[in-house]
């Protein structure tokens, strides 16, 4: 059976013909000398034949060797070739993508995302929009939309579910330890409450009004960056989405996500638009990096709840 080999063996192979030894290079690839022995060795042992002749002086290519080493250098070639076509396509991405969403979603995930997308693309612009309304994707108003609720129903949109998005009530810890941490959602009585009158206020209040009469709301903001702000100042509880209550030190989560308030999320274009190479991988560069980034910090949670 013909042994597969991946190009890294090679690259140990070509090493060692160019410089005569393992520890140069070991120094050329960055590796330890012992990383390159034992790469040319496990390459020969596959191989079943001995490709250099070892000598106090070093190594030298043996008869197999000599006649591996031009098909090798033609590969190297070919890599090299494959890498330099990829990083000029990459370079080649040029134009202008207009992204929307609210604020919440692109302080935590939108602004990271380009800033790392825009590190390999430059040549990129983004203009991002940021507006509680849900901007017409349809009528060109965007290119990409970040949206959150009911899937779109528009169809010559083209929609990617990439995120449930969980959400809880958070409060300063220092009011907790006052206040108490509550058992159940009845505890939540004893707590004044700061309530979201943005867009999803429907969802939140309905969950609000189920806890009964004798919630206390001491504030109304419309914005989530307002409403975090309230609850860092230790004017009361309030919900927010766990990917950034957690990620506020100040704050204490009262309780595991609430299934009531779990929020699909979509990423949202257009087909014409998803035809234009630098939308296309804009948007999936996006997708992958919300999906990372709720895995993370879902992670990082459980590790901290298991502590």
């Given at each position: 059976m013909a042994h597969m080999f991946d190009w890294n063996d090679l690259r140990f192979f070509l090493a060692v013909a160019r410089t005569g030894s393992t520890l140069a290079a070991g120094r050329s690839l960055k590796v330890a000398q012992a990383t390159v022995s034992r790469r040319i060795t496990m390459l020969e042992e596959a191989l079943g034949t001995p490709l250099f002749v070892r000598s106090p002086s070093g190594y030298t290519l043996s008869v197999r060797g000599q006649a591996m080493l031009p098909h090798a250098e033609r590969v190297e070639r070919e890599v090299e070739a494959l890498q330099n076509s990829v990083a000029a396509e990459g370079r080649r991405l040029s134009g202008t993508v207009r992204l929307t969403t609210v604020e919440s979603a692109a302080n935590v995930w939108l602004m990271p995302a380009i800033a790392a997308f825009r590190a390999k693309h430059p040549a990129v612009v983004a203009e991002i929009i940021v507006d509680d309304r849900a901007l017409d994707i349809a009528r060109g108003e965007a290119d990409i939309a970040i949206r959150f609720g009911n899937p779109p129903q528009d169809e010559s949109l083209v929609i990617r579910r990439i995120v449930e998005l969980h959400e809880s009530v958070y409060v300063r810890r220092d009011l907790a330890d006052e206040l108490g941490m509550p058992n159940s959602y009845d505890g939540l009585t004893r707590f004044p409450f700061i309530s979201f009158a943005g867009p999803g206020v429907g969802q939140i209040d309905r969950w609000i009004d189920s806890l009964g009469p004798d919630m206390q709301i001491v504030h109304r903001a419309n914005t989530l960056s307002a409403v975090i702000s309230a609850a860092r100042a230790g004017m009361g509880a309030a919900v927010m989405p766990c990917l950034i209550?957690?990620?506020?030190?100040?704050?204490?989560?009262?309780?595991?996500?609430?299934?009531?308030?779990?929020?699909?999320?979509?990423?949202v274009t257009t087909a014409a638009a998803r035809q234009q190479p630098h939308v296309r991988a804009l948007l999936d560069h996006i997708g992958e990096f919300i999906r990372e980034s709720v895995a993370e910090t879902e992670a990082r949670y459980r590790i901290a709840d298991a502590a």
């Amino acid at each position: 059976m013909a042994h597969m080999f991946d190009w890294n063996d090679l690259r140990f192979f070509l090493a060692v013909a160019r410089t005569g030894s393992t520890l140069a290079a070991g120094r050329s690839l960055k590796v330890a000398q012992a990383t390159v022995s034992r790469r040319i060795t496990m390459l020969e042992e596959a191989l079943g034949t001995p490709l250099f002749v070892r000598s106090p002086s070093g190594y030298t290519l043996s008869v197999r060797g000599q006649a591996m080493l031009p098909h090798a250098e033609r590969v190297e070639r070919e890599v090299e070739a494959l890498q330099n076509s990829v990083a000029a396509e990459g370079r080649r991405l040029s134009g202008t993508v207009r992204l929307t969403t609210v604020e919440s979603a692109a302080n935590v995930w939108l602004m990271p995302a380009i800033a790392a997308f825009r590190a390999k693309h430059p040549a990129v612009v983004a203009e991002i929009i940021v507006d509680d309304r849900a901007l017409d994707i349809a009528r060109g108003e965007a290119d990409i939309a970040i949206r959150f609720g009911n899937p779109p129903q528009d169809e010559s949109l083209v929609i990617r579910r990439i995120v449930e998005l969980h959400e809880s009530v958070y409060v300063r810890r220092d009011l907790a330890d006052e206040l108490g941490m509550p058992n159940s959602y009845d505890g939540l009585t004893r707590f004044p409450f700061i309530s979201f009158a943005g867009p999803g206020v429907g969802q939140i209040d309905r969950w609000i009004d189920s806890l009964g009469p004798d919630m206390q709301i001491v504030h109304r903001a419309n914005t989530l960056s307002a409403v975090i702000s309230a609850a860092r100042a230790g004017m009361g509880a309030a919900v927010m989405p766990c990917l950034i209550g957690d990620t506020h030190s100040g704050l204490v989560r009262l309780f595991p996500p609430i299934p009531e308030l779990t929020t699909p999320g979509w990423l949202v274009t257009t087909a014409a638009a998803r035809q234009q190479p630098h939308v296309r991988a804009l948007l999936d560069h996006i997708g992958e990096f919300i999906r990372e980034s709720v895995a993370e910090t879902e992670a990082r949670y459980r590790i901290a709840d298991a502590a």
